[in-house]
């Protein structure tokens, strides 16, 4: 698959209410083309409500339902009773796939217990979280997906605490698809999009998607921005099948050697959110301690990545 293979029918409209360099919009385009327009959209408030524009005019060419911030798997769930029902009755000829969008707030806070609820269902949706890692459509307030050390008006000198990882909870819910996602990847995006909805039940998708205001640089640097969080290893692309985890694109890269991975301070400096980690004077032990944390976790997945070649070597041996 090949960007220029990508449908060129656009359900997301230009002209909309987004900010310039908008990561939402641009992973909301692509998740909306890799889809099709058989596609049922739910959005949780969130940016992309207030992006859709304000009513009567809407950007979106297909149907959407707009609900209330903590009910993202209760309205997937709704919904895939609801198309169940209408497929037994022979409404629709072809099964819509039923999306559900929210942000990271949506999702990491006041959404888990609804989202938890219907993965345990395996409810049949595809829920999206697109994280940019604040409450960013009230004007960047720290969330659980909030990254350590970054400014938001309410962690003015960085955040205390670490991020949770929600994909990884999802992972645990034995749900048959979890996958994270990148705008600087296009088509490994596009390609875990169309894999999601050739699956039934409860299909969970995250895309970082890197806020111009909120996380503070030049609205033209979003996909580089979201480019650096892969390349230095502090966002993973992957996607989790029947137990398996399977790394891919950038991160696949690093992992097999083929990539080296970059310094956390290269996606640190690239952002206004982590200034006060440089100026007036840099803070070596808070960047120490993120540099050891994605030390330690890329150790372990290349460790893993070794042993597991090492052991088809071993097995490509004739027997003895
Ligand atoms: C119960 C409730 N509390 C607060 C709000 C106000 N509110 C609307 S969107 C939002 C932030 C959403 O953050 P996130 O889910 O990360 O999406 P983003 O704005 O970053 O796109 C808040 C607090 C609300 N709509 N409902
Ligand atoms: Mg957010």
């Known amino acids: 698959m090949r960007i220029k293979d990508f449908p060129e029918e656009e359900l997301l409209l230009p002209g909309n209410a987004a900010c310039q360099g908008c990561p939402s ?8 083309k890799a889809l099709g327009r058989n596609t049922l959209l739910a959005v949780i408030a969130s940016c992309t409500s207030v992006l859709q524009s304000p009513f009567p005019a809407t950007a979106f060419d297909l149907p959407v339902l707009n609900m209330a911030f903590a009910t993202g798997g209760a309205t997937g769930s709704g919904l895939a009773a609801a198309v169940e029902r209408l497929m037994k009755k022979g409404v629709y000829r072809e099964r819509p796939t039923v999306l559900v969008w929210a942000g990271d707030g949506g999702t990491y806070d006041i959404g888990i217990q609804s989202l938890s609820g219907a993965a345990e269902r395996n409810a049949d949706f595809i829920y999206v979280c697109y994280n940019n890692e604040a409450y960013s459509n009230t004007g960047t307030q720290r969330s659980g997906a909030t990254p350590y050390a970054a400014w938001t008006t309410n962690t003015v000198k960085g955040k205390r605490e670490w991020r949770k990882d929600v994909a990884q909870i999802m992972v645990a819910h034995g749900i048959p698809y979890v996958a994270t996602a990148s705008l600087a990847y296009p088509t490994d995006l596009f390609e875990k999009f169309t894999r999601a909805k050739g699956i039934r039940g409860t299909r969970y998708i995250e895309i970082l998607a890197p806020c111009p205001p ?4 030049p609205s033209g640097h979003t996909v580089k921005v979201a480019r650096l969080a892969v390349q230095t290893g502090l966002w993973l692309l992957y996607e989790h099948r029947e137990g398996i985890t399977t790394y891919t694109a950038g991160t696949q890269r690093i992992i097999h050697g083929k990539a080296r991975r970059l310094p956390v301070e290269e996606y640190l400096k690239a952002q206004g959110r982590f200034r006060h980690l440089f100026y007036p004077e840099r803070d070596e ?6 540099q050891r944390r994605v030390d330690r976790v890329f150790e372990t997945l290349e460790f893993t990545h070794r042993l597991k070649q090492h052991i088809m070597d071993i097995e490509m041996l004739p027997p003895r």
């Open 214 to 217: 909120g996380w503070k640089f």
């Open 25 to 32: 919009s641009m992973a909301l385009r692509l998740a909306l």
């Open 285 to 290: 032990e808070r960047i120490a301690e993120i």
